[in-house]
């Protein structure tokens, strides 16, 4: 693994160099660091714990952005490192932080979880100690202003954190250009949701942005356009399959794969299926589609609307 560092952002915010954009807020009154998520496991946070050690800082918390397993993999290392540590979330993404083996049954076609029991049984060592509002507010760590942020739509309960330094830690509300270039199908659990988080970033006056998936950007507008066109051309690709035949959400996600050529695996199966049980919705909301049950099936086709 290479060198992980911390790569000033502004002021006292940091962001971890490599994969993951790890947030890291260092407190120069009380010596003590915040980590924004904490990685994907314990060799990561490892690195990260190194490199605050090395400036004379010892991490006093973490707060989460959401619950996915990738970003809160390196809890546990934390809480035995540090048996004081506070670790916040909202109560959405405490859910899957405190319930990993949760996950997979969201993203898996099988609804298989290969979490073991005792892996579970050790992640109750690092339970969620502090519950946040998914509601725009302030809160503090011990004497740190943060603001919280809502940006739904990748995740429930997702928030931001804007630091003293007026930098926003993003969370995956947005991604960085490197998965946009390989990535076209974006994953987002509530494509409405997802649209008022990329209007609200928009609207922002902030120093920086940081990306969990990219990094830290001064502004996120060419990035926001082209979410919102990928977006659209998925949408546009399933509402003209849609229209040339009713089909089946299974029928939908074969010509998905297809289209961008994935790999026949469950896990990509079962995270394909989830992204496009997304689009289909907003296109039902948006009466674009209708649903109906047909012979035991269910089948979406041309609304009325739109004949």
Do not use: W
Request: with cysteine; hydrophobic share 40%.
């Amino acid at each position: 693994m290479d060198r992980l560092e911390l790569i000033e952002v502004a002021g006292n915010s940091y962001v971890v160099s490599g994969k993951y954009g790890i947030g890291v807020y260092l407190d120069r009154s009380s010596k003590t660091a915040v980590c924004i998520d904490s990685g994907p496991n314990a060799a990561v946070i490892e690195k990260v714990c190194t490199r605050i050690s090395d400036r004379g800082y010892q991490i006093l918390a973490v707060v989460h952005t959401h619950g996915h397993a990738v970003n809160h993999g390196g809890n546990l290392y934390l809480k035995k490192r540090f048996p004081n540590l506070r670790i916040y979330a909202t109560h959405l993404a405490s859910f899957l932080i405190e319930n990993p083996h949760l996950e997979p049954l969201v993203f898996e076609a099988g609804g298989e979880s290969d979490t073991k029991p005792d892996q579970n049984k050790e992640n109750a060592d690092a339970l969620v100690t502090d519950y946040l509002p998914s509601a725009d507010g302030i809160f503090h760590v011990h004497t740190i202003p943060f603001k919280i942020v809502s940006l739904p739509g990748h995740s429930p309960g997702m928030v931001g954190f804007v630091t003293p330094d007026h930098v926003l830690y993003c969370g995956d509300a947005l991604f960085g250009p490197k998965t946009l270039n390989k990535q076209d199908l974006l994953f987002f659990n509530d494509l409405r949701a997802a649209r008022k988080s990329f209007k609200k970033l928009s609207m922002m006056k902030l120093n920086a942005y940081v990306l969990y998936h990219g990094g830290a950007f001064k502004t996120v507008t060419s990035l926001i356009n082209k979410h919102l066109t990928l977006m659209k051309d998925t949408s546009a690709f399933l509402e003209a399959l849609i229209h040339e035949q009713p089909s089946t959400l299974e029928q939908l996600v074969q010509q998905v794969m297809k289209k961008y050529k994935f790999e026949d695996d469950l896990h990509r199966y079962g995270l394909t299926t989830s992204i496009i049980r997304s689009y289909v919705k907003e296109l039902l909301q948006e009466k674009r589609i209708v649903a109906k049950v047909d012979n035991g099936l269910l089948l979406f086709s041309k609304s009325a609307a739109t004949i």
